[in-house]
């Protein structure tokens, strides 16, 4: 029974984490410009990531039993994905209006290009 | 569990490769910088995916060091791209 229940967990978190991933990369398809890519990156670096590390941790616990170091490195890399691809976002899509990419005009609020009303 | 583990492949390969057509179609640098992020993350995801089926030792190490340094190439591509300005 704990075996199943397990199996079924680690199956919707992986999945879910991989399509999750996909999801974004359809969507960055379809966004309008730069920025927005930047944007539609987040939900694969801030889901569907740590979904992916949550799903292999529960596996390798159930597989090898608890072990203090391993749940450390996890819970360090759902936390780094987190927290860190954010920060990068954050600086990629300034960097990418900083370097005149083409902007969609509906964008605001927009205080960096100086034309702010 | 083998299921589970190569749809999830299946779908971050699909992931992965749709990044690389968008590298050919996108129309500025800084879309490719963003798509370089994406695939890098793909990347990482289908290692720890894999490393689950094969028994690897380092599948934690690879997730931290890889999600806490996977900061540096962006920020890296941001600096070339505003040429050095912040």
């Not at chain 1, 944007?39 to 990531?49: D, E, I, Q, R």
């Not at chain 1, 203090?68 to 860190?84: H, N, Q, R, S, Y």
């Not at chain 1, 990068?88 to 990418?96: E, F, M, V």
Request: hydrophobic letters at 60%; charged letters at 10%; proline letters at 3%.
């Amino acid at each position: 029974m704990t075996h199943m229940i397990v199996q079924v967990v680690v199956g919707v978190l992986a999945i879910g984490g991989g399509a999750t991933v996909l999801v974004s990369s359809l969507a960055m398809l379809r966004a309008p410009d730069a920025v927005s890519r930047v944007n539609v990156l987040s939900p694969a670096t801030g889901l569907g990531m740590p979904c992916l590390v949550l799903a292999v941790w529960l596996e390798w616990t159930y597989e090898n039993g608890l072990d203090g170091t391993v749940a450390a490195k996890a819970l360090v890399a759902v936390l780094a994905f987190i927290v860190v691809s954010s920060v990068a976002s954050n600086t990629l899509g300034r960097a990418a209006l900083r370097s005149g990419a083409a902007l969609d005009p509906r964008t605001a609020p927009n205080d960096l290009t100086g034309n702010a009303d | 569990m083998t299921v589970v583990i190569w749809i999830t492949v299946l779908l971050l390969t699909v992931a992965a490769l749709l990044g690389l057509v968008q590298v050919m179609t996108a129309p500025d640098d800084a879309s490719r910088a963003v798509i370089g992020d994406l695939i890098y993350f793909c990347a990482v995801g289908i290692f720890l995916i894999l490393a689950l089926r094969y028994d690897s030792v380092v599948i934690f190490d690879v997730a931290a060091i890889g999600g806490l340094l996977g900061i540096l190439a962006t920020i890296a591509l941001s600096r070339i791209l505003t040429r050095g300005r912040r």
